[in-house]
């Protein structure tokens, strides 16, 4: 029987050990998450484990609330012992949940620890990170130094002034926090708060926002305001893609009619997001950026925990496989009029996994390595079997060596263990294909210069261009 937690952790064979040993102290290139810049900036030490775990992370939240903690001791005003007490209690229930293993893993990676999260243990580990945090500077900086982070990107609304994305460019930093364009706000018709929000954008744009052309003069303003502060990408969130020809003309009356607080369809929304998500890929292929597109979200499924606590605190869930067809004909049209930028789909629903797959490999080519890409194992799939799924269906039906890896999609910055995690998963993969006869790169070297491109060159590559 294996140590609790020993370094071979996740590690299948002797192979996958050796491989993980030359890729494990690559740095981390994060082109996903929900880090703070401003918390960045600020660089607030922590004086404990609730403060660096507990105060942002909706995956824990969801497991406590799940063994029947009060919401008080999740989110509300609980002593930061009394929270941390309580998702010790609650762990031990959760054998096999990612949330298991990233805990543990982020104990050893920044206390060098290995105790059992249990109850039990509750005591002795609150009172030995604590110290450790009294002797040395634990802060979102240090984590980020100590994950050996490379570039993060943070996901930001067209109306942020990347103040502290400036801010931070002015320090001698041994990373990059680089803003990333996420236009939710304004391509989701439907959702409440819409008018005032394109309210603010005509202010913010210096544009008099009446009709679908001005909306679309704005929209380009604020992705140059964006890119001439060093953004390369840019997210798009939605919960399936939206079906649509292109008449741009009834997107136009579509959007007149939002703003005159007229009732639209379903069938109305959906060809103004259409025609928006190609006017928006259009500028992110002239500008040289990336498209993220990440579907199949229900968010906010509770309306009371919503209310009570807000949104993004573990409310949300998989929605229905995403209808590949409605996807097959929005980067159809995309790409007949020339503006098909490279692109990323992260899907939430894994049966999508395969049929989404395939039709990316439909749109490869233009003499870019790559291009398209199917997106990590992402949000509820993270997990060690949903990790090997997503590379096994990579590897089936595209090319696994052009795969540009993880991401943390985090909003807490002890996160950067999950990209251990995942190197881990990635060198048993290979490792059992080695093992078994089915693969051989060539050589060692070979070898070797795929499992760092997927671990950290080719995201560096794909969004940088070097």
């Known amino acids: 029987m294996k140590k609790f937690m020993d370094d071979t952790i996740f590690l299948t064979n002797d192979i996958a050990l050796d491989l993980y040993k030359s890729v494990k102290d690559l740095p981390i290139y994060d082109f996903h998450c929900h880090l703070s810049p401003k918390e960045i900036y600020e660089d607030k030490r922590y004086t404990n484990l609730t403060e660096m775990w507990l105060l942002g992370d909706h995956y824990k939240w969801r497991i406590m609330r799940a063994f029947g903690v009060e919401e ?15 998702f010790c209690t609650a762990l031990p229930y959760f054998i096999g949940n990612p949330v298991y293993h990233f805990a543990h893993l982020e104990l050893k990676k920044y206390f060098n620890l290995t105790l059992p999260i249990c109850e039990e243990n509750a005591d002795q580990i609150w009172n030995l990170t604590s110290k450790h945090m009294e002797e040395n500077v634990v802060s979102p900086r240090t984590l980020l130094k100590d994950s050996n982070v490379a570039t993060l990107i943070t996901t930001d609304d067209p109306l942020d002034d990347l103040k502290y994305h400036q801010l931070l460019l002015k320090e001698d930093l041994p990373y990059s926090v680089l803003p990333c364009f996420r236009p939710d706000k304004i391509i989701n018709i439907q959702n409440k708060g819409f008018n005032e929000y394109i309210a603010n954008l005509s202010k913010i744009a210096d544009v008099n926002i009446s009709d679908f052309n001005s909306l679309m003069q704005a929209v380009e303003n604020r992705i140059e305001y964006f890119v001439n502060r060093n953004c390369l990408c840019a997210d798009l969130s939605f919960l399936d893609f939206p079906k649509g020809i292109g008449d741009y003309n009834l997107a136009d009356k579509v959007f007149k009619k939002k703003l005159n607080n007229e009732k639209i369809t379903k069938e109305e929304a959906e060809e103004y ?3 928006l998500v190609s006017f928006l890929a259009g500028i992110f292929s002239k500008n040289g950026m990336v498209m993220e597109l990440h579907v199949g979200p229900i968010r906010n499924g509770s309306t009371k925990l919503l209310n009570a606590v807000g949104p993004d605190a573990g409310g949300d869930s998989v929605g229905n496989a995403i209808d590949v067809e409605k996807a097959q004909k929005l980067l159809d049209y995309i ?10 789909i992260f899907t939430l629903n894994p049966n999508a996994y395969y049929p989404l797959a395939t039709l990316l490999g439909t749109f490869q080519g233009n003499g870019q390595k790559g291009k398209m890409q199917l997106g990590a194992a992402w949000w509820f799939l993270d997990h060690e079997d949903g990790i090997y799924e997503q590379m096994r269906i990579n590897a089936a039906t595209g090319g696994l060596g052009l795969f540009i890896g993880m991401l943390t999609d985090s909003r807490s910055f002890a996160s950067y263990a999950r990209h251990d995690y995942f190197r881990r998963i990635l060198c048993s993969l290979f490792g059992a294909w080695i093992e078994k006869g089915e693969y051989c790169a060539g050589s060692d070297k070979k070898l070797q210069e795929i499992l760092e491109g997927i671990c950290y060159y080719n995201s560096k590559e794909y969004f940088e261009g070097k």
Do not use: R
């Open 72 to 86: 008080d001791k999740v989110t509300g005003n609980a002593s930061d012992y009394e929270k941390f007490k309580s």
């Open 273 to 275: 997001m259409f025609c």
């Open 335 to 344: 790409d007949q009029n020339g503006s098909l930028p490279k692109t990323i």
